[in-house]
């Protein structure tokens, strides 16, 4: 999952409404795939999210609003992941929480 955090971190950063949905759903979907089986607390909630921001990527006509909810609530999740996960991956949820967070904000 560390792995993940730096391109998801780019793309974040970087002007939403230029990204290409294709890739940001291709981005979602390798980070659904870590968290299929994942056993922790707020795992299966952020996994569903993911999911439904997939879709709306994939879907041909996102819904900003619901982007824009969906991002907002991604952040907040995985900064409650950040404060339970050890060393520099913590520190690494931090940097991807707060970026889902301004991410949503901008919408």
């Known amino acids: 999952m560390p ?3 730096q391109p ?3 793309a974040l950063q970087g002007s939403l409404t230029d990204l290409d949905p294709k890739k940001g759903a291709d981005l979602i979907g390798k980070w659904t795939a870590d968290m299929e089986n994942a056993d922790w607390r707020g795992a ?8 439904a921001l997939q879709k709306q990527l994939e879907g041909g006509s996102p819904d900003g609003a619901r982007i824009k909810e969906l991002l907002t609530k991604l952040g907040e999740e995985t900064g409650r992941a950040a404060s339970h996960a050890e060393g520099n991956t913590g520190s690494q949820l ?12 901008s919408l």
């Open 3 to 5: 792995t993940r955090i």
């Open 8 to 10: 998801t971190l780019t």
């Open 44 to 51: 299966k909630t952020i996994h569903a999210n993911l999911t």
């Open 94 to 105: 931090k940097q991807l929480a707060d970026a889902l967070q301004q991410a949503g904000d």
